[in-house]
């Protein structure tokens, strides 16, 4: 496997450029908690060479490529197999109190994406896995056969969006009946059949529905609600924030938390702030920043990032 062909990191200087006041120091420790293979994590350590990166994934699979990948920065270089909400537990796991950076790239990996055996990709036939650890859970197949009609339905339009969820599910539920439905080439058949023939023009049938669930299995936005206080929580005064997103759903998620971080807790009609409710954070960047026109040429899978960034800026009273 060529890891440097199917894994570019994403954003990756601008990345830099923003954890960069926060980590050029003395004893500076950064949490990947989205290692993956490891891409901006070296690229870290290698930019800062008094840094230490804490890795955390959630597939062992990954983290095999990284540590192999990240096996020349010795301690410097910590790897936690764990899913992300994990991140304060990580943190104390490793002997730290706190953390001068947190990077997350949300979403599925290139590893993931390119291992047809994972199950991730609809125009790959391979057996309906999806699970970011392939060591635990429910697969895509278990929930396509223990789900019923309506918690499909709502599976599709709450982590898909789909418009024509309701219709799939149907679909879905009359195939199961006949014969049960392991493999994404079969799920691929059953909604590219339900679909009109008017919307398969406008895009695969099947992307939201493998979407919605690749969420569902991992539990990626119950899990990243929790992750992104947490993660806060673990920065010192100064320590930055920089969190990647590619979907919609993750970035509200995202968005939510900084600005209410960001923003004053003092009630309404104070004629003045008092200290213990100015703001713990400031946003770093304005909205969310996207990649650039040549990125985006250039890897594909940087088309519908969104960066958003954060500061500390006051530690609780």
């Known amino acids: ?75 410097r270089a910590r790897f936690v197999h764990t899913v992300y909400d994990g991140i304060a537990e990580a943190v104390r796991s490793e002997g730290f109190d706190d953390v001068h950076g947190v990077l997350f790239d949300l979403g599925v990996s290139s590893l993931q994406l390119d291992r047809a055996e994972r199950g991730f990709a609809y125009s790959k036939d391979a057996p309906l896995d999806m699970r970011m650890d392939p060591t635990s859970g429910r697969t895509a197949a278990d929930v396509i056969a223990e789900s019923s009609e309506t918690e499909l339905r709502r599976i599709f339009h709450e982590f898909g969006e789909e418009k024509l969820g ?109 200290p213990e409710h100015r703001p713990q954070f400031k946003l770093l960047v304005r909205g969310a920043e996207l990649a650039s026109e040549a990125e985006q040429a250039e890897n594909p899978r940087a088309k519908p990032v969104r960066l958003r960034a954060a500061e500390r800026v006051r530690t609780p009273s």
């Open 1 to 75: 496997m060529d890891i440097e062909r199917i894994h570019t990191p994403v954003m990756l200087e601008r990345t830099i450029e923003l954890l960069a006041p926060a980590i050029d120091g003395d004893d500076a420790v950064l949490v990947d908690a989205t290692l993956g293979m490891g891409g901006h994590a070296r690229a870290l350590l290698e930019r800062f060479p008094k840094l230490t990166v804490i890795g955390l994934d959630r597939d062992t699979d990954a983290l095999a490529i990284a540590r192999e990948r990240l096996a020349p920065f010795g301690s």
């Open 166 to 274: 309701a219709r799939y599910a149907k679909a879905i539920v009359r195939a199961r009946a006949e014969a049960p439905i392991t493999r994404s080439a079969q799920l691929v058949a059953i909604i590219t059949a339900a679909t009109p023939v008017v919307v398969q023009r406008q895009g695969h049938p099947a992307k939201r529905v493998f979407q919605a669930l690749r969420i569902e299995v991992n539990e990626e936005l119950s899990v990243l609600a929790r992750a992104m206080p947490a993660a806060l929580g673990t920065l010192t005064l100064g320590g930055r924030i920089v969190v990647l997103a590619y979907q919609s759903l993750e970035d509200r998620i995202v968005k939510r938390v900084l600005q209410s971080a960001a923003s004053s807790s003092a009630p309404a009609g104070l004629p003045m702030e008092l």
